[in-house]
């Protein structure tokens, strides 16, 4: 089930840069596409003709496969052998992967890059990545075959005024290229995300924490969420101001996304507090000498049948 199916969200999707997970991180983890060793990413990356980055990006757009959920995914030798004898590889594979920025995406689709803006606002097609400049702005990053799938499918946004709807929205100060890149970016999570738990806590990892906390009010569900939420993106050990940025990009901020999310998160946890629900420390563990028990910030017992640790 996607976040569209949770979220019920309408528009078209359509988004990444410098902002995302290292190579073989769990934020680069789909789900299993078969068994066996594998190739490890490195060197699945130099049989396809690809920089590790654009690897991670394949990962992340379900392009290439990986196996093993562990923190270094490998390639299985068939999906490399599927990709490798695909009609018309690597050109092909390169032009899906394909990103932009603002002015080559203009150029791209022979428009002004006031105009893309715009439409990157509007929410026409989302970014695929960002990164934060030394001034401390947020650059978009889109995929070249967004764009142009929408100059196929929607000719008239590309001359002539605005559309009255937009101008109106745009002169409301509205600007959707964060939100529709979290939600991407969470659908992408949630496409290889399969245990329920986990999956919950996908949903959890776009609310701040005081929003999370109106919608789980069980501490110990939220303790659950937050152990087992991925980020959205690898933070660097940048600047403090730096991390408020990228902070407030990756959470939801708007109260229709707040409850968008918050309504789909309530439905993941209904499903499966039926199935799975969160262990209560206190019951799992008897309070030490003294009286003092074990955090509910510090849960384990979940973790333990999720993973099978001991």
Known sequence: MTVQMYVGLKERQGSWGPAGPE????????????????????????????????????????????????????????????LTTAEGFPEALAARLRVVGTADGADLLGISPGRLTRLARGGFFAPVRFYVNRYRVVVWIYLAADLTELAARRPELLSGRTPPGLSAALAAGEDRRAESWRRRRIEQLLARTEEPWARAAVLAS????????????????????????????RVRPDSGPVREVIDRT?????????????????????????????????????????????????????????????
């Not at 990413?41 to 757009?61: D, I, K, N, S, Y």
């Not at 776009?206 to 993106?233: C, K, M, T």
């Open 206 to 233: 776009a609310l701040a924490p005081d929003d999370l906390a109106v919608v789980v009010g069980d501490p110990h569900e939220r303790s659950q969420l937050r152990e087992l939420r991925p980020a959205l993106i």
């Open 250 to 310: 990756v959470t939801a901020d708007d109260p229709r996304e707040i409850r968008r999310y918050g309504a789909a998160l309530t439905e993941a946890l209904r499903d499966v507090r039926a199935s799975l629900p969160a262990p209560c420390p206190e019951a799992e563990e008897p309070p030490q000498r003294g009286g003092r028990h074990r955090s509910p910030d510090r849960p384990r017992g979940l973790w333990r049948r999720l993973t099978g640790r001991r």
């Open 23 to 82: 190579p073989g991180s769990p934020e680069g983890e789909p789900r299993s596409s078969g068994e066996g060793e594998g190739v490890a990413f490195g060197a699945a990356a130099r049989a396809l003709g690809l920089r590790p980055r654009e690897l991670e990006l394949a990962v992340q757009l379900g392009e290439v496969h990986t196996v093993g959920t562990g923190a270094r995914p490998r390639v299985a030798h068939a999906e490399l052998a599927r």
